[in-house]
Every structure is written in structure tokens, then in C-alpha cells.
């Protein structure tokens, strides 16, 4: 925690509110998200492949978004959000990877999907 | 430690105006654990769908590729990046001392709050017009409740600023406007935090 201060506006979170920051952080999260929507709309790498690109891509702008949007960092105003940040992280790995892992085999075992559908159909995740 | 007192059903663990807490970091870090949690019923629903989004489960009805349009998200994700710009821009306002310069911030930014739950209104609206409402499949059970809870965070958002538009002229830079600004800050650069992820797994994965 920081310490105290009479004056609200000398709190080191308004202090390290930054004009140039918020707009960096939007620009590259727009261009970033502009990147992934070209590989989107040319459909010309494998499932597989477009979907590291793109999630890459993702990672990327939230990694920018965490440092010039929020101003995530290791000083003393600012450790114990990243801290529990990062321990809610794999919170949420386990939460959709553990689902999805789940009704994976759930789906590959009894939702047995005629062949002429499964054809038709598109890749996702459970497939 | 020797000093302290051993605590009693009595002890308070935060007592407002008690110059020995920091109160703006006390708050703004109690509000960062609520979005962690809030990020955690966004991580179920995120799961929910991957788990809903298959032919199975569209029912017969329509799949992601069938009713979502990356361009037109691509619309929404400027939009909605551009409100939380504009008002983060408000808060360095704030940390000036400007009045106005924080309140047009808010504006804009509720603007094109405004603009963003249009497209998204407008989708879900067209999709349950012609039959394939949230009931239709499971799929779109999911998909509804995914852009939904997003669209409802969003309008809490906006009312939250309307709320900071009356309180700023009314109490001025205090610490309890600040720290609610600070909070707002925080709660609606979430907001294009999910807007990123569900863009790119529903509009684009799902493309």
C-alpha cells in the first residue's frame, strides 16, 4: 500500500495516469486485433494454425493492455495487484482448459455425430 | 507488534477516515480482487461456450460462423477501446485539477459506450427476430449469455459515469470521488479487456 496522502490527487494512482500511455494502449491493441482480423478474413492457414496466430495476437494485446492500460508493474502503489493478478492466472487456465478437456471426452464418447454433419461442420474446440 | 492489541469480536479491519490507512489504495486494490473475481465468471461462461459450441448443441439452428461478423465486431472493438481511451484520458483530466476536461472525457467515453452496445443490441435483436433467440439452442444460450453479461457490465459502466458526472461538480476532487474514479478506471478498461477475448475466440475463432 502506498501511503498516505492529504492531497488525493498526489496519490501515486492519479499520479501515474499518462496521456501518451492510453493512447499507445490503444493504438497497439487496435493494431493488434486489426493484425488478427486480416489472418481471419484471408482463411488460409490450418485451423491449428490460425488459431496460435490469433491467440497469440490476443495474448499480445492483453499484455499491452495489462501495462499501458492498467499500468500494471512492480512498484510499491502497484505490486499487489500484479501479484494477485498472477494468481488468479492459472485460475482461469484450469477453469476453460479443464471444461473443455472434459466434454472433450464426454463428446468423443457418447455424442456420436453422424458423418455427413461432423463433415458439414467447422473445427472447434471439442473437435 | 507489541504495541497492537489482540483483536476482539469488536476489531475492525478497515475504519474509513482513519488517517492511518491509506484510503484510495484500500479501495482501489479491494475493487482489483472483485474484478479478479467478476474475470472469473467471465472464465465460466468462456468455458461454457467452448463447450456449447459445436453442431450438436447448435440444435439444427445457426453455428458461430452463420451469425457472427468479424468486421462489424471489429467496429465495436474500436469503439469500445475509444470509450475506454476517452475516459482514461477523464482521469488524467483529474489528476490536472480540470473539472471540465474530466467531464467531457466522461462524455465521450459514454458516447461511444453507446455506440458499442448499439451494434451488439442491434445482432442479438435481428437473431431473436428471426426465430433464433436465446432459447433456440443451446449454442445460442451460450452466445447470448456471453455478449450479454458483457453488455450489462458495459451499461453498469455508463451508469456509474453518469453517477461521477453529478458527483464531481457536486464534491469536487475529494478522496471518496477520487477513489470512485480510479475504481471506474479500473472496472471499464476491464471491459475491453473481455471485449478482446471474446472478439477473438467468438468473432474470429468462431468465424
Known sequence: MAGSHSDPLAHPEVRQGSAMRYIAGFVSTVVLMGAALIVTMRHDLPYQSFVELVGGLAALALFSQATLFYGLDISRAQIWKGVSLILTLPLFIITVGLTVWMFQSLNQRTMVMPTSAAAASQPTLLQ | ?207
Open chain 2, 1 to 207: 507488534m507489541a504495541n497492537e492489541t489482540a483483536p476482539t469480536a469488536n476489531t475492525q479491519l478497515f475504519r474509513p477516515g482513519y488517517h492511518g490507512h491509506n484510503q484510495i489504495s484500500a479501495r482501489t486494490l479491494g475493487f482489483w480482487l472483485y474484478m479478479l473475481s467478476d474475470a472469473l465468471l467471465f472464465t465460466a461462461l468462456f468455458a461454457s461456450y467452448a463447450v456449447l459450441d459445436t453442431p450438436m448443441n447448435a440444435a439444427g439452428g445457426p453455428v458461430a460462423s452463420q451469425i457472427v461478423n468479424p468486421i462489424e465486431g471489429f467496429w465495436q472493438t474500436i469503439a469500445v477501446l475509444g470509450s475506454v481511451t476517452c475516459y482514461s484520458l477523464a482521469t488524467v483530466a483529474m489528476k490536472n485539477g480540470k473539472r471540465g476536461g474530466t467531464a467531457v472525457g466522461i462524455i465521450a467515453a459514454i458516447v461511444l459506450a453507446l455506440v458499442f452496445l448499439a451494434f451488439g443490441v442491434n445482432d442479438l435483436a435481428t437473431l431473436a427476430a428471426h426465430g433464433d433467440g436465446m432459447d433456440r439452442s443451446g449454442y445460442l444460450s451460450a452466445y447470448f449469455v456471453l455478449i450479454l453479461t458483457h453488455a450489462i457490465h458495459m451499461g453498469v459502466g455508463i451508469l456509474w459515469m453518469l453517477v461521477m458526472l453529478v458527483q464531481i461538480p457536486l464534491f469536487g476532487f475529494n478522496d471518496m470521488v477520487v477513489a470512485r474514479m480510479l475504481n471506474l478506471r479500473m472496472f471499464w478498461q476491464f471491459q475491453a479487456t473481455i471485449w478482446v477475448c471474446l472478439y477473438v475466440y467468438v468473432y474470429m475463432i468462431g468465424a
